[in-house]
């Protein structure tokens, strides 16, 4: 399986070709579009505010029927996480792409997380935002957000990335200007229906080439 074609190309980050995405994977021989298909097979989302990960959890104790009860330890995580539900909610209300949601099959995504640079810290003494939040926690909170907002109808489906960074406001080609995160989602369909190799006969090909 490989991800449907994203089309993000670096000098425009933030311009999806929907149509002509679509029109590869659907030219394919024997490829016959269900109604899923027939829509945008890729969204964009951008969610604003500054992307808190998710990390450990404190336990309170139990309910009356023996439940426990957790909550998380950092109190960034649960307005991030509903900032993530209310771009999805704005997103659906805006676009009318046809696309069946939430996403129930397996899903390729993209994520980059922007953050604003203290001035503090000059691009010549920290060049990367290599500093916490964790990458891994910023996309466990993403993804359960996209689950809660309605995107995603598990985030076990999404079983690929093209890219996932944590960068600073406009200093990467797909940075936001503001703190806040882009999401690109789009179903994975099978190699033969966009024309690719699959990956064994690429590897085997490069050695016999050897």
């Excluded at 001035?119 to 359960?144: E, G, N, Q, T």
């Excluded at 229906?193 to 050897?210: A, F, I, K, R, S």
């Amino acid at each position: 399986m490989v991800p449907v074609w994203l089309a993000l190309a670096v000098a425009q980050p933030h311009v999806v070709e929907v149509s002509r995405m679509w029109d590869r994977s659907a030219s394919a021989p024997g490829a016959a579009p269900d109604q899923e298909q027939a829509g945008a097979p890729v969204v964009m989302i951008t969610v604003w505010g500054t992307p808190a990960g998710q990390g450990s959890k404190r336990f309170l104790g139990k309910t009356k029927s023996g439940r426990g009860i957790m909550v998380e330890t950092s109190d960034k995580t649960a307005p991030w996480r509903s900032s993530i539900i209310n771009a999805c909610t704005e997103y659906w209300n805006v676009h009318n792409d046809g696309i069946r949601l939430p996403f129930h099959g397996a899903v390729v995504a993209r994520i980059i997380f922007s953050f604003q640079r203290p001035a503090s810290v000059s691009r010549k003494k920290r060049p990367f935002m290599s500093v916490a939040p964790d990458l891994d926690k910023l996309i466990r909170a993403c993804l359960d957000g996209l689950t809660a907002g309605g995107a995603i109808a598990d985030d076990a489906l999404v079983t690929e990335f093209t890219r996932v960074a944590k960068v600073y406001c406009g200093e990467d080609p797909e940075a936001l200007d503001v703190p806040g995160a882009v999401i690109v989602l789009g179903r994975l369909v099978p190699l033969d229906q966009v024309g690719g190799t699959p990956p064994q006969e690429g590897v085997q090909d490069h050695v016999q080439q050897q």
